[in-house]
DNA sequence: GGTGTCATGTGAACGCGCGCACAAGCGCGT
DNA sequence: ACGCGCTTGTGCGCGCGTTCACATGACACC
């Protein structure tokens, strides 16, 4: 508010449905660039990414990455802003809430660490599975967790605990000093304004498809043969 | 049909947003009829799906759930009229592709049974994987899957394979005649056009709370303690 | 050097979704 | 029986997002 806006390195707001795109670009650009490609254009990314042509174009021009005239986008160039905007550059170590079935899936997922979110940690409330290796990390108690953070640096936190614990471990996250949190456990949760929590939701899309389903079976009776 | 019947089974379109939100209604709903509760109003609905009042009573217009002026909601009576129009009453049972991490974790999840979601079966295209049994089903060739479907009358069909398979998974599905999609791989996937994908992109969540994460720490040097 | 062709960048319109605010209606207490 | 308080149901305005359509501008070829 006291000083003027500055539009360097990502200070103005990206609409959060642009937000919501760019990392779809990003891994079609990236795929791109393995290919050797070093121009796109905005159909050709529109394609890639499943979107409209005009909206990449509008995306494309809330990040400073403009394009040439009759050419296209620079493949490389547009990598690492969408990469610069997204992440701030540097990695985002993980820790994960909860090892159990959901929780040990994500401690061997090489995408983490491919995408720039490392597991730095693993911390569980079960005594049983506290000091187990999974995924070539230890299981630390809950306990540990602020000064697992602390140490390590990570800034994002996954819960994957059963609903009941969901709230709790937030509020260990939280206090933790951990800022953004994705939450998978089935369990709407309160969080302090500055926190930001993105809830994925397995039981709720399965539900959506039931919805469209349900309502082609019995809304449309055209088709009959399969 | 001759006269244009305006059936009371879910014939008018739902939006979308309703939709997405009605199994977080459906969850706080279970809550509270396992805690005895016999009505609920908008308001406390509202807190418990995290969202506003005046939405969750235009959401409920939609469906055919009037509730009572200067009482509420029928708690009983919303929980069948959602679980109506999300899944059409009839359980859909579920097939996943790709039996790896995450589709081991998904196979052991209690939570797609409980939810109306049984495991119809599994596949796989690797001869190592296929034959073994992951949380009580035997992992069947992709070869098989047609078949699979036919036999079980699977409506829905997970792909949980590497993102460079999907788009082949998603075809084998399509071509056993599921209609209903869910993808975990970070892949856009082309279907036909009634056929519904949904993406589940765990990447993408992470990068978008690290878009804010960079946002908060590099634009907003004032932070209110407490 | 001129011109044609192509793709970017954006103005404007449309539709959707959300939330406020208020009228209508139901039940309960007196 | 009657009024009061509580809650539903919704009309309306606002903002966001998407898309079309077009003007602007760069590059290549002749
Ligand atoms: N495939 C899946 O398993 C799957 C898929 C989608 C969503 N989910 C959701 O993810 C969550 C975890 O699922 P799961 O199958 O791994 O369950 P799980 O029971 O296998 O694992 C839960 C783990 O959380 C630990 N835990 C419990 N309370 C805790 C607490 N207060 N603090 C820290 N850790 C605690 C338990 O000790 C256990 O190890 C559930 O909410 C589930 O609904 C699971
Ligand atoms: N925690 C996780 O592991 C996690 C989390 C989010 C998203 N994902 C995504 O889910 C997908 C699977 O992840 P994963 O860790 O389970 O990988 P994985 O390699 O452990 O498992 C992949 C499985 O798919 C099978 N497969 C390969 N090609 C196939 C085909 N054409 N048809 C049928 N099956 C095929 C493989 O044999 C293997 O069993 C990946 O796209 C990944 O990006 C994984």
Same mark, same amino acid.
């Given at each position: 508010?006291?000083?003027? %806006? ?28 393995? /290919? ?43 990598? #690492?802003?969408? #990469? ?75 819960? /994957?605990?059963?609903? /009941? ?51 082609? %079976? ?9």
């Amino acid at each position: 508010m006291t000083e003027p %806006t500055r539009d360097r390195t990502g200070d103005e707001p990206i609409p959060e449905a642009t937000v919501a795109r760019l990392p779809v670009y990003l891994r079609g650009l990236l795929e791109l660039a393995d /290919a050797g490609v070093e121009t796109v254009s905005s159909v050709g990314l529109a394609e890639l990414a499943g979107v409209n042509a005009a909206n990449v174009r509008k995306d494309l021009s809330y990040l400073h990455a403009h394009g040439t005239r009759g050419v296209g986008y620079e493949v490389g160039h547009l990598v #690492s802003e969408i #990469s610069l905007v997204l992440g701030g550059g540097r990695p985002s170590p993980v820790v994960i809430v909860g090892v159990g079935n959901l929780g040990r899936a994500l401690s061997r997922y090489d995408g983490f660490v491919a995408g720039g979110f490392p597991i730095a940690g693993l911390v569980d409330a079960d005594p049983a599975v506290v000091g187990r290796k999974v995924a070539g990390t230890v299981v630390r108690p809950v306990d540990e967790l602020a000064s697992l953070v602390a140490e390590t640096g990570a800034t994002v936190g996954i819960v /994957a605990t059963p609903a /009941a614990a969901a709230q709790e471990a937030v509020g260990h996250l939280v206090a933790a000093g951990i800022r953004s949190i994705l939450n998978f456990a089935p369990s709407v949760v309160a969080v302090p304004a500055h926190v930001d929590v993105r809830q994925v939701d397995l039981a709720t899309e399965l539900q959506i498809l039931g919805y469209h389903q349900h309502r082609r %079976t019995t809304g449309d009776t055209s088709r009959a043969a399969g």
